[in-house]
């Protein structure tokens, strides 16, 4: 009976020496090793190890190289069964709880290498416009197309700075890629037990895309550096009505909240339905988690809308319901929330209200726009939890024993959520991994040496580096509550919001240079020219960056590349 | 690459009749090579090059070690016949009348490479990966051993690549009838030979008509000095010290020079089409060697790659 099958990947019987491939083979769970005889028995120039976005990307790239196609078998092994994800068939209304924002890059490089087509594209959501602001000083920050003055410059170019998308959509469009390139061994239920070289100078090339457990870098002995933050993030598929009656079938605006317990996220899926992701304390995760969802409804609507103080008196009388067994009901919160708007001399024709106007219809208040829309119901099943932590590892290339390893994606760096941006990098990554390989081949080279890896790591290191230094300062400084510190992001918020100026010169250098060098050397330029001098406010500026910026720029070569 | 061609071995009086020349060869105003004429038995090959590179050749593989420098250098180069190679391919096309050519890998597909001097095999391994019927030969036994060792890790090298421990004279001297190869390549070998002048008819012997030849080596400049022997080895300390010796060192007129006015596989200034020199200089922040652009001023004073085609009638009259 075949049970689990695992895989030891041991290249011993090739490697007396040296070796440049790998066996697989399957180990039955009698606890009888015996290599069988069937087709999944060959070797492989290359393997990857995990099915998640990374590894099915990194395959589906490969793949994508005549060259590499042509002269290196590939194999890619997960440990989960990917049949329910080949199998996805969502209903139209029901969303899945995990959701990435895609920037412009990675879906031109997701149409690069045909997999963009296979998304279903009615169910993902453009990011038009962002609203970013400071949950104390309510400093805000928002970019936009029209802010940015594109459109006159070209009146075609879309609004469009990223792609809200579930995970599981870009999963399975990568497996239908994959189903029409044969060349690519895929084998999932298929743990790897182990991982085996008999001599350091040989070996061959494993692509680590298995995550943050990765079993790839332990093998490689790979350090990492990083810490969990004192923060989980909680996710859910959240249900409203549209944002605006005048126009119901937009739902295109991404909002941030930064708290001083963690960002809270609303991302667009569709017109009615949005996803959140809430970043704050392990005990309030948990509380929030165990309450009835429409609780976590109710508040959600305050997180984004009630003054921090009021917070945290909901925050509190949340975990002592928790304490003492006795779970809040939604009645409850509607009242406390009610309660504080009154204190807080918010009416109930007040954008900033939420206790009376769930499921309200008619002309929303004034200014309601600066909000997301209420939310009404959670799906059901959606609210997770899991923790937030920064990790890097020392290098994404194994040396010594760990020889002819590489790591992309959360094997190799794992990013606070609240710049969206840890799925966009491991797509970074496979799509500079998979071009240093097609050139490797080019140049007649080993594929899996330490030379030819090297440019991989060379581009992406420092580039990750940055993004991941940027958001935990962004996640620090936001933790801040003292006067000064508030105060000094604040002010670098609104200034670069009100500099039409700096963000229409950013533009229009941008529209006028043509590389994509070019661009980004622009707006980093810009924004920090005018912004530079006072050291925090130049943090925020860098921030600000990190979390509009990717999209921002996208924004801006796209302006470029279509001129 | 940095190794050797042979120790040295006696050369039969045939092919001693075939280097002779009666007149001297001016390879530089400086540096008088004279093919060795009547004298003693000819080879290229230094009996202590030969035993400095078999003392590190268990280092050849070794991506961070000893050769990481040369590990470096190999992409670039590749990538430098790569482009020579397919130049020429698209003008044969068009010639033809084709649109295009297959310019995917195997670019050396049918055709026979000869790597003279190839050390442990690291661009060897790349010539034969190309395409190639790849012959690969050095000096030093020890290197042979471990450049086989290694290439037999790649499955897909066994059907063609093969290592021989000959000298490139005996090679061509002992082949019959005479073996002539597509390509010839012999990189960063040229600064460890004895008798350049000599070295360099053998290779261009071994060279098809309508073939190429590739070479790599250091020119004979200060800055080549400062960079490959003081900073390299006594300073920094990437190579072990003796590998390089400054008055082996070549300029790349003098090899044009040569041939032109001994092996006359051109006249006067080479065009594109007959000989060209690159320089390929090393960028420490990027750990990187790259080949700039063609004209890039002063880029040939320190290393830098040569080829040249031999004419379709061998030589020029």
């Known amino acids: 009976m075949l049970a689990a099958r695992r895989v030891p990947i041991n290249p011993s019987r090739l490697a007396r020496a040296l070796v440049l491939r790998t066996e697989v083979w399957r180990r039955f769970a009698t606890g009888v090793d015996q290599p069988t005889a069937d087709s999944s028995t060959r070797d492989y120039d290359i393997v990857i190890v995990g099915g998640g976005p990374a590894g099915l990307a990194l395959a589906s790239a490969l793949a994508s190289y005549r060259p590499i196609r042509e002269s290196l078998s590939i194999a890619l092994i997960e440990a989960g069964d990917l049949s329910n994800v080949r199998k996805w068939a969502p209903e139209a209304d029901k969303y899945s709880n995990r959701v990435s924002s895609i920037t412009n890059a990675s879906r031109e490089f997701l149409s690069d290498i045909g997999v963009w087509s296979h998304v279903r594209d009615e169910r993902t959501t453009p990011v038009e416009d962002m609203k970013v602001w400071d949950g104390l000083s309510d400093a805000r920050i928002e970019f936009s197309p029209s802010d940015l003055g594109l459109l006159m410059h070209n009146p075609n170019a879309s609004y469009e700075m990223a792609r809200m998308t579930e995970n599981i959509n870009l999963q399975h469009a990568l497996l239908k890629r994959l189903d029409e390139r044969p060349e690519v061994h895929i084998m999932d239920k298929v743990k790897v037990d182990s991982i085996e070289q008999e001599n350091a100078a040989g070996g061959w090339p494993v692509v680590g895309a298995d995550g943050f457990n990765s079993p790839v870098k332990s093998f490689a002995k790979t350090p990492s550096y990083g810490w969990a933050y004192d923060t989980h993030a909680i996710v859910a598929t959240l249900f409203h009505s549209a944002p605006s009656p005048l126009l119901p079938h937009r739902n295109t605006t991404a909002s941030q909240r930064f708290l001083p317990t963690g960002p809270i996220a609303f991302l667009p899926l569709s017109p009615t339905i949005s996803s959140v992701v809430w970043s704050t304390r392990p005990s309030l995760a948990a509380a929030l988690k165990a309450a009835h969802p429409d609780v976590v409804a109710q508040m959600i609507n305050a997180a984004f809308r009630l003054p921090d103080v009021s917070m945290r008196y909901l925050h509190s009388i949340i975990l002592e319901a928790q304490a003492a067994g006795t779970p809040l009901t939604a009645e409850r919160v509607n009242e406390e929330i009610a309660w504080r708007e009154r204190s807080h001399a918010i009416d109930s024709q007040s954008p900033l209200s939420s206790s009376d106007r769930a499921g309200a219809v008619g002309i929303p208040p004034v200014g309601s726009e600066e909000y997301p829309p209420l939310v009404t119901g959670i799906q059901p099943g959606t609210i997770a939890s899991f923790p937030i932590r920064l990790s890097h590892a020392e290098s994404y290339i194994g040396e010594g024993a760990g020889a002819r390893t590489a790591l992309v994606g959360d094997a190799a760096h794992t990013i606070h959520p609240l710049a969206g941006q840890g799925l966009n990098m491991g797509l970074a990554d496979v799509q500079v991994l998979a071009e240093t390989i097609n050139k490797t081949v080019l140049q007649g080279g080993d594929v899996g040496s330490y030379t030819s890896l090297l440019p991989y790591a060379r581009d992406r290191y420092f580039e990750n580096h940055k993004l991941l230094s940027i958001t935990d300062k962004l996640h620090k400084l936001y933790s801040l509550t003292n006067a000064p510190s508030v105060w000094a992001r604040s002010v670098g918020l609104e200034v670069v919001n009100e500099l039409d100026s700096l963000k229409g010169g950013v533009a229009s250098r941008a529209s006028g240079s043509r590389s994509g060098a070019g661009w980004s050397g622009a707006a980093a330029t810009g924004l920090e020219s005018v912004i530079g001098g006072v050291e925090t406010v130049k943090a925020v500026a860098s921030g600000v960056g990190g979390v509009v910026g990717a999209a921002t720029m996208n924004l801006l070569r796209q302006a470029a590349n279509s001129k | ?317």
């Open chain 2, 1 to 317: 690459m940095q190794s050797l061609l042979k120790s040295s071995a006696r050369v039969p009086s045939t092919l001693l009749r075939a280097f002779s020349t009666t007149k001297p060869l001016l390879l530089s105003s400086t540096r008088k090579v004279t093919s060795q004429a009547h004298a003693e038995p000819l080879s290229s090959v230094n009996a202590s090059e030969i035993a400095h590179f078999s003392r590190l050749s268990s280092q050849w593989w070794d991506e961070r070690g000893e050769f990481a420098l040369l590990h470096r250098m190999n992409p670039p180069r590749v990538q430098f016949i790569r482009d020579k190679i397919l130049e020429f391919k698209r003008e044969e096309a068009t010639a033809r009348g084709e649109d295009s050519i297959d310019e995917g890998k195997g670019v050396l597909k049918g055709w026979g490479a000869l790597d003279v001097g190839c050390g442990g095999g690291l661009l060897s391994e790349s010539l034969a990966r190309l395409g190639a019927r790849t012959l690969a030969i050095d000096a030093s036994e020890s290197n042979i051993n471990i450049a086989s060792l290694h290439s037999s890790a790649d499955p897909h090298l066994a059907s063609t690549l093969a290592y021989r421990c000959i000298a490139a004279e005996d090679l061509l001297a002992g082949d019959s009838p005479k073996k002539q190869y597509d390509v010839v390549c012999s990189m960063e070998v040229l600064e460890h030979v004895d008798n350049p002048s000599a070295f360099l008819r053998t290779l261009g012997e071994l060279v098809k008509p309508g073939g190429h030849l590739f070479l790599s080596t250091i020119a004979r400049t200060p800055l080549a000095h400062l960079l490959t022997i003081t900073m390299a080895e006594d300073v920094l300390r990437f190579v072990t010290s003796g590998t390089h010796h400054y008055s082996k060192f070549i300029n790349p007129e003098e090899l044009i020079d040569f041939f032109r006015s001994d092996l006359r596989w051109f006249s006067g200034e080479p065009t594109r089409k007959e000989a060209e020199v690159r320089g390929i200089i090393y960028l420490p922040w990027r750990s990187e060697w790259v080949v700039p652009p063609r004209g890039t001023p002063g880029v040939t004073s320190c290393n830098y790659l040569f080829w040249a085609r031999k004419p379709l009638e061998g030589r020029l009259q």
